[in-house]
């Protein structure tokens, strides 16, 4: 019983205790405020890297479960994918939902789970693709004027740099411009970007400009480029001043003492002139002091030269005494008045006479600035040119003007000597010569005959009236003054001066016109391969001529010639000319003798032969004379020189036919085909040309007979003087002869040469002795044939000098007739490339050659010369540009600047259809016409005739030729007939 009783009370007790206990909610917030996220190790609610424990089981028996907001992100089970780099922190809230018998509540927790961190090599990556350099304001990468900002660090990534040209751009960034004479600039500046082990490099290429040029800059080059004197110190005559110099400067003078070197107004050259009057006999020579002041704007700089003037070597004299005592070189000084102008040549002058004869005062290429009738003092030296006494390098003051001139006196052909190279009293003099008859033969001189004698006349009329023509086919009495007699052509020269009265015509009875008609009639006795044909007159001021042929197979009456042939025997033709005129008939016969043709040989054969022999020789052109004629080799060297314009261009293979003569005056024995010689043919161009290396100068001046007319290279040869005052520049030999080359003629600046300078490279052939030494033509140096590192347009090529080598991208806009062609820039600019390259019109090519200007024959054409390399075409099909606002006499006075220019014109006249030789000529305001090969380009000029127009003709200017322009690549539109 006590046992039940003590059990009933536990278990009372028990009941009471459980009545009193917790409740359910309070449970489940006990279970809450205890729940918690479980991170992983270095993991907090603000920074989740890794997944995190969620318990499903709590305090209190409290069951847990739980959702996420972005499972993406954090998965219900806890597991965490973060965010790629770039995505940025993601937020997520955990929702716990907590659960106890039919009860629950919920806790939230807000997480952020961190993006990916970058590796080092995408930090790296990421750096260069933003890494910019930062430029000043206005500048970019193409034009680089100011300091630059070179970034150092991106994040945790650093940055150093390293520049290529650091005294351009250093590697902080700090730029120095390059000087105005130097090129523009190109700067590679490369970045090195490092994280952790990681690195990569970025390059960038910057443009550095040259600083401009400021106008102190312009003024100080334009001082140092200035010459005078060709750089002598010594004057005996008046020269030329510049007044414009370059970069836009101007340039003026002053003199210390203007009565020996006065500064003038007058024009003289390109600039003004110096008057120079030199001390009288007996006194002491002066030293001036000129100076220019170079002026840009407000910038200005001086230059001073001493300039040493000798007083005069000589007293007063006359010209007889001048004329018949002198020796070479003498220096003389006379008072006389001017009585005829020689301007009407490459070489001119002017006659004078003193009351006691007269003399013809040599004035270079210059037009003297003098008018007939003027009294002058003349200063110069004494020389004689084909026997005629005359005075060299004059120095002349005009006294005054308007005075009276010598009479004529008269003076028949029969009185003239014709003994070569013979002074006599009569040269310059002013004469009457009567009864001449006048005839053009095509020439550049008239021809005018008296008693069969007929000699040489050239009309020196001021302004180039041709006064002369008026009275082609005519006798007349004329006044003309005494020349030279030519040795080559045995003939008299005589200057037509144009003085009041100085030509008539004289009237002639029937008798007397067939007589004059007979006299002057003449045929060659003998016919070689020279002549390619007989002109047989028909009539000859009022005289009418038939002709009768004993063999017209040979000589038929129109002239042509039909020669034996080789081996074959010489033909003797007669030929009977019928003269008649009113009741008057004579008649005058003719035996020619036809030589047959001559074998081709080699220049090593002919010079075998004697001289008279007409030589047919075929062989390459060496060289180009640069005054006339040209050089012809065979291959091994062996050369001769031709004394004629052909036309022909350094490399052409040809066939010639020439007489042979030996040049023997002056201690020259050079072979040469003499002026006549016929070009027969360019066989081929572009060939190689033979070049004699092994020599020494004093082999050369030593042997110069065996090395006439040879091309040949001497290397590290001294300068001995790089002027003598006449422009010669003289080679030093180990002997009494040397060298000497005239600079100026081939394009070569001396401006920095001094006495014992070394020139590296010089090539040449050898042409003649003169004055004691061995003269140079066709000159060539290496110094400046530097390779081009970068292509330039043709705008740029043309301001470079003779013999650089250049390299040029243009456009193809037409193919010369025979070789070459020509490339333009995109504003028509062009420049004539001789080379036989395989290109087509509007081919965009890129070409490098040498640079060089042809000047023979009044050019002035910049080209590419024979030799060129075609280094690409690199497009074809481009569009041309051509000039259309221009007229061909626009073009025609100013064929230098539209020099291998593709051009149009419209409605342009013929003059004439064709000349004889194939040309048809377009007519122009002046005497220069434009003309062009019609046969060349297949066009038919049967239909047309003189005067008719040409709608429209498209051309490249070419050069000149014979003294008209001649255009070539010719397309034209129909011709209207007038």
């Given at each position: 019983m006590k046992k039940f009783i003590a059990l009933f009370l536990t278990l009372s007790f028990m009941l009471v205790l459980a009545a009193c206990g917790p409740n359910t909610g309070e449970l489940l917030n006990e279970a809450k405020e205890d729940l918690n996220v479980v991170y992983s190790n270095g993991d907090s609610a603000d920074s989740v890297t890794k997944r995190v424990t969620l318990i499903t089981s709590g305090i209190n028996s409290a069951i847990i479960t739980w959702e996420s907001s972005n499972t993406d992100v954090i998965a219900n089970d806890g597991t965490v994918t973060r965010p790629d780099f770039g995505d940025g922190d993601a937020e997520v809230t955990l929702t716990a939902t907590i659960m106890k018998e039919d009860e629950s509540v919920t806790k939230a927790f807000d997480l952020i789970v961190k993006e990916i961190e970058q590796t080092d090599q995408e930090k790296v990556d990421a750096a260069k693709t933003n890494l910019e350099i930062t430029f000043a304001t206005g500048d970019d990468a193409s034009s680089v004027t100011s300091d630059i900002t070179l970034p150092t660090e991106d994040g945790d990534v650093t940055i150093s740099w390293i520049s290529a040209k650091t005294d351009i751009i250093t590697n902080a960034g700090v730029v120095t411009r390059p000087a105005y004479t130097e090129d523009d600039e190109m700067v590679v500046l490369t970045a090195t970007l490092t994280a952790g082990n990681e690195l990569a490099t970025k390059s960038f290429t910057l443009t550095v400009p040259a600083h401009p040029m400021t106008d102190a800059d312009a003024a100080e080059e334009t001082k140092s480029k200035i010459i005078i004197l060709s750089n002598a110190t010594e004057a005996t005559s008046s020269f030329a001043l510049p007044t414009v110099g370059a970069n836009d400067t101007v340039i003026s003078w002053t003199s210390s003492n203007a009565d020996v070197i006065e500064i003038t107004s007058e024009t003289m050259g390109a600039g003004i002139k110096a008057k120079l009057t030199r001390p009288a006999f007996g006194e002491d020579d002066a030293t001036i002091t000129l100076t220019a002041t170079i002026t840009k704007n407000d910038a200005s700089v001086t230059r001073t030269w001493d300039i040493d003037v000798p007083a005069l070597e000589t007293a007063p004299t006359t010209i007889a005494d001048f004329k018949m005592t002198a020796s070479a070189g003498d220096e003389f000084t006379f008072t006389a008045t001017v009585i005829g102008l020689h301007v009407v040549d490459k070489y001119k002058g002017f006659y004078v006479y003193d009351g006691t004869e007269s003399t013809y005062i040599h004035n270079g290429t210059s037009v003297p600035d003098v008018s007939i009738g003027d009294e002058v003092t003349i200063t110069g030296e004494f020389d004689v040119y084909h026997g005629m006494p005359q005075l060299a390098y004059p120095n002349i003051e005009v006294l005054s003007s308007g005075n009276t001139t010598p009479d004529p006196y008269v003076k028949a052909f029969s009185e003239f000597d014709t003994t070569a190279s013979t002074r006599t009293e009569y040269h310059s003099d002013y004469i009457t010569l009567e009864n001449v008859f006048i005839t053009d033969e095509g020439e550049s001189y008239y021809f005018i005959t008296q008693e069969g004698i007929k000699y040489e006349l050239f009309d020196q009329t001021a302004g180039n009236e041709d006064i002369i023509n008026n009275y082609v086919g005519k006798?007349?009495?004329?006044?003309?003054?005494?020349?030279?007699?030519?040795?080559?052509?045995?003939?008299?020269?005589?200057?037509?001066?144009?003085?009041?009265?100085?030509?008539?015509?004289?009237?002639?009875?029937?008798?007397?016109?067939?007589?004059?008609?007979?006299?002057?009639?003449?045929?060659?006795?003998?016919?070689?391969?020279?002549?390619?044909?007989?002109?047989?007159?028909?009539?000859?001021?009022?005289?009418?001529?038939?002709?009768?042929?004993?063999?017209?197979?040979?000589?038929?009456?129109?002239?042509?010639?039909?020669?034996?042939?080789?081996?074959?025997?010489?033909?003797?033709?007669?030929?009977?000319?019928?003269?008649?005129?009113?009741?008057?008939?004579?008649?005058?016969?003719?035996?020619?003798?036809?030589?047959?043709?001559?074998?081709?040989?080699?220049?090593?054969?002919?010079?075998?032969?004697?001289?008279?022999?007409?030589?047919?020789?075929?062989?390459?052109?060496?060289?180009?004379?640069?005054?006339?004629?040209?050089?012809?080799?065979?291959?091994?060297?062996?050369?001769?020189?031709?004394?004629?314009?052909?036309?022909?261009?350094?490399?052409?293979?040809?066939?010639?036919?020439?007489?042979?003569?030996?040049?023997?005056?002056?201690?020259?024995?050079?072979?040469?085909?003499?002026?006549?010689?016929?070009?027969?043919?360019?066989?081929?161009?572009?060939?190689?040309?033979?070049?004699?290396?092994?020599?020494?100068?004093?082999?050369?001046?030593?042997?110069?007979?065996?090395?006439?007319?040879?091309?040949?290279?001497?290397?590290?040869?001294?300068?001995?003087?790089?002027?003598?005052?006449?422009?010669?520049?003289?080679?030093?030999?180990?002997?009494?002869?040397?060298f000497k080359f005239k600079a100026s003629d081939f394009g070569i600046d001396t401006t920095t040469w001094v006495d014992g300078g070394t020139l590296s490279v010089i090539s040449f052939n050898v042409y003649d002795v003169h004055y004691s030494d061995l003269r140079l033509d066709n000159v060539t140096l290496a110094e400046v044939a530097q390779p081009p590192v970068t292509t330039s347009t043709v705008t740029q090529t043309l301001q470079e000098s003779d013999n650089t080598v250049v390299r040029i991208t243009g456009v193809v806009t037409g193919l010369n007739f025979d070789s070459g062609y020509f490339v333009q820039d995109t504003d028509g600019t062009a420049i004539y490339v001789r080379a036989g390259h395989n290109?087509?019109?509007?081919?965009?090519?890129?070409?490098?050659?040498?640079?060089?200007?042809?000047?023979?024959?009044?050019?002035?054409?910049?080209?590419?010369?024979?030799?060129?390399?075609?280094?690409?075409?690199?497009?074809?099909n481009n569009a041309l540009t051509v000039k259309t606002d221009l007229t061909a006499q626009q073009i025609v006075d100013n064929h230098s600047q539209y020099s291998s220019q593709l051009i149009t014109l419209t409605d342009v006249i013929i003059d004439q259809v064709d000349d004889g030789y194939g040309y048809t000529f377009i007519k122009t305001n002046g005497s220069m016409l434009i003309k062009f090969k019609a046969a060349d380009y297949s066009i038919d000029t049967s239909s047309w005739t003189d005067g008719d127009t040409i709608p429209v003709i498209s051309f490249n200017v070419y050069d000149v030729n014979y003294s008209n322009l001649r255009v070539v690549n010719v397309t034209l539109a129909d011709v209207i007939q007038p």
């Open positions: 006798s007349v009495n004329i006044n003309v003054i005494v020349h030279s007699y030519h040795s080559l052509h045995k003939a008299w020269q005589f200057s037509f001066v144009n003085q009041p009265g100085d030509i008539e015509e004289v009237v002639l009875t029937d008798a007397e016109k067939l007589a004059n008609a007979k006299s002057i009639l003449s045929l060659p006795t003998e016919i070689t391969e020279l002549v390619q044909s007989l002109t047989l007159p028909t009539s000859s001021n009022d005289v009418t001529i038939s002709w009768v042929s004993t063999d017209s197979n040979v000589i038929a009456l129109d002239g042509t010639i039909s020669q034996p042939a080789i081996g074959e025997s010489e033909v003797v033709v007669t030929l009977t000319a019928t003269l008649t005129v009113g009741s008057e008939t004579d008649t005058k016969v003719f035996e020619i003798t036809v030589k047959p043709q001559v074998a081709v040989t080699t220049v090593t054969d002919a010079l075998t032969q004697v001289d008279g022999d007409v030589v047919k020789i075929k062989a390459i052109v060496s060289g180009l004379h640069s005054d006339s004629g040209y050089f012809i080799q065979d291959v091994d060297g062996t050369a001769i020189y031709v004394d004629e314009d052909h036309y022909v261009e350094v490399g052409d293979e040809i066939i010639v036919i020439g007489k042979l003569d030996t040049y023997d005056s002056y201690g020259n024995n050079q072979r040469k085909l003499v002026s006549g010689a016929v070009l027969d043919s360019v066989v081929s161009k572009f060939n190689t040309t033979t070049v004699k290396t092994d020599l020494t100068a004093q082999q050369i001046v030593d042997n110069h007979s065996l090395y006439s007319s040879q091309l040949i290279t001497l290397t590290n040869v001294t300068i001995k003087q790089v002027d003598d005052g006449y422009g010669y520049t003289f080679v030093e030999t180990n002997g009494s002869m040397e290109v087509t019109v509007g081919d965009q090519v890129d070409v490098t050659g040498r640079l060089e200007t042809f000047t023979k024959y009044g050019n002035d054409q910049k080209r590419l010369a024979s030799g060129a390399v075609l280094n690409n075409v690199v497009s074809s």
